[in-house]
């Protein structure tokens, strides 16, 4: 079996804490680890056979590469690179020609990368049942119990039981309030998880029936494919013309195979502030909180900071989130919502919708501390033998002093070695390079002075990331 991650997603209904550049997949919104490691780990407990294939963007690339190489170094079976998103049906396509190459009859475990499961020795069970069925060609999804009349969700109808699973009668929209409660009554009614088990042959067949466009175009892309360090990177042209759709629209609604089995796991897409305050452990007055926080006649309120100390009087019904640059501030009922602000901060051009004030790069991190006229100051943190790439800058110079570890720096024609409190300087227009040599991060604070600091006056000559 491969368990097969789909990460392309961003994440803004959780925004300010996930952001485009840096999503809630890759962040510990739950427990200690991300929600991408936890999905990792997951996969991995099903078995030692079992192997992870994940699919993501450009953007992401490197951070998911991270996280497997960390977690599944020795059971990693690639990693797919989505040039545009084109939904689920065609990702998971890519990733059944890949399967299907060596063995169609193989079995892939779809699972989203940002969920969470709280009983994985159910959900282990579950799965089990779920291959049993796809062994016998059934396409199989993961119905969740309901535990209430949610308006969220989209909901399976599942046929009469024929033991460990039931054939899918319908899959339904999202129902109004006294819908769900009637599906909830009713019973024979499951929230759709988005995970999904078949082999990939079979996918390709019933995509070929229903949706042959969709698998054309990602089996013109797959068979352009190039290879670049852990990715595999598909034609961008012919993916480009693959119609968006999802799996439940292209394949799921259409078949006759289609199967459920029910999962009752303690599971959450943690889609939204609501949610999160839903399944996190709330105080005698309904309260969830994390971090530095202090209330006082509060109710039913989800606040979480990251840093500063958040003290809250006589609300109720409220989310407030505190990050390095941004305070959110919202009605606990209308935090779907959080998306028109994000889209409003795009309109303006504002790089707070993407970026986190720590960004994340696959040499490490850098984080801005201040700003002005004509400077900036960063705090840079690169990993044990990380490099930057060999570039030069046409409208700043940088100043840099070693905080902690040992940098190399590659500065023109000279090499200098520096430990802790050393500096040195770099001119403007001067070609250089900052590695890390040692064992242990290497942390420095530089000082770009110049008439123009974006981001994007970076010449690069060599890449170890091969970015362009």
């Not at 078995?47 to 992401?60: K, P, Q, S, Y």
């Not at 949610?275 to 509060?298: M, R």
């Not at 400077?375 to 990993?383: A, D, H, L, S």
């Amino acid at each position: 079996m491969l368990a097969i991650i789909l990460s392309g997603g961003s994440g803004t209904r959780l925004w300010p804490l996930s952001r485009e550049a840096y999503p809630k997949q890759f962040i510990p919104v739950v427990s200690e680890e991300s929600l991408l490691s936890d999905t990792i780990s997951r996969g991995l407990k099903l078995g030692g056979d079992v192997r992870v294939m994940a699919i993501t963007n450009e953007e992401h690339r490197f951070v998911v590469a991270a996280n497997l190489h960390q977690l599944a170094a020795d059971r990693t079976a690639g990693i797919i690179l989505e040039p545009v998103g084109r939904n689920t049906a065609p990702a998971i396509a890519l990733a059944a020609l890949a399967v299907a190459e060596q063995n169609p009859d193989e079995l892939m475990l779809v699972m989203p990368s940002d969920q969470v499961l709280k009983d994985e020795d159910v959900f282990a069970r579950a799965v089990a049942a779920g291959a049993e069925a796809a062994k016998k060609g059934k396409l199989v999804t993961f119905g969740i119990v309901p535990s209430s009349p949610h308006t969220g969700y989209g909901y399976i109808r599942a046929g009469a039981s024929q033991g460990a699973w039931s054939p899918v009668d319908a899959f339904v929209e999202k129902p109004d309030a006294d819908t769900a409660q009637r599906y909830l009554d009713e019973g024979g009614y499951y929230w759709n998880s988005g995970m999904f088990l078949f082999s990939a042959g079979r996918y390709l067949q019933e995509l070929e029936r229903y949706q042959p466009a969709i698998l054309e175009a990602c089996r013109n892309a797959y068979n352009a494919r190039q290879g670049d360090l852990d990715f595999t990177r598909v034609d961008k042209e012919a993916f480009a013309a693959c119609p968006d759709d999802s799996i439940d629209y292209a394949v799921m609604e259409h078949t006759r195979d289609a199967v459920v089995v029910p999962l009752d796991a303690g599971w959450s897409d943690v889609g939204s502030w609501s949610t999160l305050w839903e399944i996190q452990p709330q105080d005698e007055n309904g309260n969830a909180c994390h971090g530095d926080v202090i209330l006082e006649d509060v109710s039913g309120s989800y606040v979480h900071s990251e840093g500063r100390l958040i003290a809250a009087l006589g609300v109720s019904d409220h989310v407030i989130v505190e990050t390095d640059d941004v305070v959110l501030v919202a009605d606990r009922n209308r935090v779907q919502d959080v998306k028109k602000l994000v889209n409003r901060l795009k309109e303006q051009g504002r790089p707070e919708y993407k970026l986190h004030k720590k960004v994340h790069r696959p040499w490490g991190t850098y984080e801005g501390v201040a700003s002005g006229e004509r400077f900036q100051v960063k705090r840079i943190t690169v990993n044990p033998g990380a490099s930057l790439s060999l570039q030069k800058h046409h409208h700043r110079a940088e100043h840099w002093v070693v905080v902690k570890g040992t940098a190399n720096v590659q500065r023109g024609d000279d090499e200098i070695l520096l430990t802790e409190d050393q500096s040195t300087y770099i001119p403007l227009g001067v070609t250089h390079r900052l590695t890390n040599p040692g064992v242990i991060p290497l942390e420095l604070i530089e000082v770009q002075t110049g008439s123009y600091l974006g981001e994007d006056d970076i010449v690069r000559f060599e890449d170890t990331y091969n970015r362009v």
